[in-house]
């Protein structure tokens, strides 16, 4: 079955302590992403990548970390979360940039 | 920077009537305007999408218009159903390799 898995489905955790959100696809798809979803701000781009090796910033970077290493993983790294971080967190991957969006079933990350 | 405003943030309509949702977006080099539906605790999934070459799609009920002169494009329901109650937000494709996703529209389908 084609899909996008991620894990953790939810996480709390406790403020500095680095974690690791997986995110793969077994879709051969080129382009994946991650968002943010916060109430009345929709979905917002933190990182996406064309390609293995290949990541660019998306609105707000900051605070987070991903590598491609492989075409099918792209994990999120939250070095040292923060209370902001607390939100809502899908992957998605296309086909290649320009085409529909598969998403994961989403992360709820609470820092505290 | 580039941003996608979408409108109404919440519509209320009843069963069998219509529902528009409208959008507009700033980065004239957008190329590629999905759609997507999200239901209460699921993932958002694609309903409709256009490109920049065409001016309006359809596939049965829904329908998405795209206008390029005024940087606007909209989501149309016709007949609703008390299943189309979800979360719809519009997106455009900038003409880098971002997606910009508009705030969505909460609908609800009163039976």
Known sequence: EAQVTQNPRYLITVTGKKLTVTCSQNMNHEYMSW??????????????????????????????????????????????????????????????EGTEAFFGQGTRLTVV | GENVEQHPSTLSVQEGDSAVIKCTYSDSASNYFPWYKQELGKRPQLIIDIRSNVGEKKDQRIAVTLNKTAKHFSLHITETQPEDSAVYFCAANTGGFKTIFGAGTRLFVKA
């Open chain 1, 35 to 96: 968002y943010r979803q916060d109430p009345g701000l929709g979905l917002r781009q933190i990182y996406y990548s064309m390609n293995v090796e290949v990541t660019d910033k998306g609105d707000v970077p900051e605070g987070y970390k991903v590598s491609r290493k492989e075409k099918r993983n792209f994990p999120l790294i939250l070095e040292s979360p923060s209370p902001n971080q607390t939100s809502l967190y899908f992957c998605a991957s296309s086909y290649r």
